[in-house]
């Protein structure tokens, strides 16, 4: 035998050693985690390999059952891990069965490609066998069998209505928003009208003031020029409450030109609201001095003006027009008390 030959028969028979070494590194399992479960229970199927890190294995692949009898309801990811040099790769299925009886799994059947190999070769696991139990009955036992519980009624969650919850306030607010766009924009009307509280008489509002002005005794602390200041304030807010006429922006004179048209304010009352407001323009402006019947007097006429020129409502309560008798009254009586005084 040449030394060529050996040489070649060498080559082939480590090659050959090499090969059967690498097989025997390449193991396959099948197996179930019960091998006894009862009808509609589930359990794992699983297919293990493990191979040097250079050999490439596919698993066979199932759809929705393994065999007629035995279901797959999930199908899981691949778990590999890493052993020095070899590879465990584990495919995992969720199965379940309804019909009972006694059932072998066929082996898997599994493709290897070997190193420098362009070919693959087949391999199979080994055959499981399991078995699917009814449950036992009791027949001389008349509650034995029983009808199906009724579903359990589950709480409501608050990630259950909040879409509903969430949805029907957005609906509100895109309702609100167009109602006060074509509100606001097209109909060009006021969006929210705040209602005032309705004003008192004008009198009612005359004789509370005059009241408070006559027990401050202003004049009375020599301060004549402050009484005169409010007291014609008074009879203008009221002139203006009453009869619509500015009388706060407007002198004394444009003031008698804009009541004289009113039938309501009598020549004699006219008059004596010229006076009164001529007075109180000298004290106020021109340092005036007036004298302390003078002073009741613009008192006592103010009174008088309103009383006389007020509005008599038929419709309204007795309780405002006892209290505006009153106050009128009251107001007569104190002017008569500080004349007979003077």
């Known amino acids: 035998m040449s030394k060529t030959t050996k040489i070649y028969l060498l080559l082939l028979l480590s090659a050959v050693l090499m090969g ?31 191979f040097p890190k250079d050999v490439n294995v596919e698993f066979p692949i199932f759809a929705d059952t393994i065999i007629g009898e035995l279901e797959i309801l999930e199908h899981f990811k691949y778990d590999t891990t890493y052993e020095n040099d070899l590879v465990h790769v584990e495919q995992k299925m ?61 709480p409501v969650i608050f990630k259950e209505v909040a879409p509903f919850a969430f949805g029907g306030l957005l609906a509100l607010l895109l309702a609100f928003i167009t109602w006060y766009v074509y509100k606001r924009f097209v109909k060009k009307e006021p969006v ?44 203008r807010t009221y002139i203006e409450d009453r009869f619509g006429v500015l009388a706060m922006e407007l002198t004394t004179g444009e003031i008698i030109q804009m009541i004289k048209p009113i039938k309501d304010i009598s020549p004699d009352a006219k008059d004596s609201l010229k006076g009164m407001l001529q ?35 038929q419709e309204s309560s007795e309780e405002v027009e006892e209290d505006s008798s009153q106050q009128s009254s009251a107001g007569s009586l104190q002017s008569e008390e500080g004349s007979k005084k003077l």
């Not at 009198?203 to 005794?217: G, P, S, T, V, W």
């Not at 340092?287 to 008192?299: F, L, Q």
């Open 94 to 154: 969720l199965v379940t069965s309804f019909d009972s009886g006694w059932y072998e799994l066929p082996p898997a059947k599994m493709q290897i490609i070997w190193p420098n190999s362009i070919e693959a070769d087949s391999a199979k696991t080994n055959p499981v066998y399991f078995g699917v139990m009814t449950m036992q009955l009791d027949s001389a036992n008349p509650n034995a069998i029983t009808d199906i519980k009724a579903p359990m009624e589950a």
């Open 20 to 50: 059967n070494t690498i097989k025997a590194q390449v193991t396959l399992e099948a197996k179930m985690d019960t091998n006894i479960m009862l009808i509609g229970d589930q359990t794992y199927y699983r297919i293990k390999a493990s």
């Open 279 to 313: 007075l109180a323009d000298l004290v106020k402006f021109a340092k005036g001095a007036a004298m302390a019947d003078e002073n009741e007097r613009s008192m006592r006429f103010a009174y008088e003006f309103v009383e006389r020129t007020k509005v008599v409502e």
């Open 192 to 235: 929210f009208v705040k209602k005032e509280a309705p004003k008192e008489p004008a009198h009612i509002i005359a004789f509370r003031e005059l009241d408070h002005l006559r027990e401050a005794k202003i004049w009375q602390s020599g301060d004549t020029k402050e009484y005169y200041s409010r007291l014609t304030d008074i009879v």
